[in-house]
């Protein structure tokens, strides 16, 4: 969900993330997690709060004023978005390593014809 601010009515969060603000908590089918902190006094989700509580990454791109909200991760939720370095080899079989790319943005594609 991508966001350009941390607050936002519960209806959007719910249409974003699958989680629906109710008296119990937030709450995802029959799972539901308490959260009065993530309800602000004018009824709106604080999302940082929100979470926190659900174990939901959330990263801000400063430069464009935007804010993404991942899916709840049970606590397996990528810390950085650093790979490590892989060296492979390219199509004339010479060895090519990510860490040439220094500073640039990288898609990593894989495929498999299983």
């Not at 699958?18 to 709106?44: D, F, M, R």
């Not at 220094?102 to 299983?114: D, E, M, Q, T």
């Amino acid at each position: 969900m991508i966001l350009d601010s941390l607050t936002v009515d519960p209806e959007a969060f719910a249409a974003g993330t699958g989680w629906k603000s109710t008296p119990e908590g937030l709450c995802k089918g029959a799972q539901c997690v308490p959260a009065p902190e993530a309800i602000t006094a004018a009824g709106q989700i604080d999302v940082s709060a929100a979470a926190s509580k659900l174990n939901m990454a959330v990263v801000e791109d400063t430069q464009h004023g935007l804010f993404a909200i991942g899916p709840e991760s049970g606590g397996r939720a990528l810390t950085t978005a650093t790979v490590p370095d892989l060296a492979l080899t390219d199509s004339d079989g010479n060895p090519f390593s990510l860490t040439s790319l220094h500073g640039r943005k990288v898609l990593l594609v894989a495929w498999a014809s299983w």
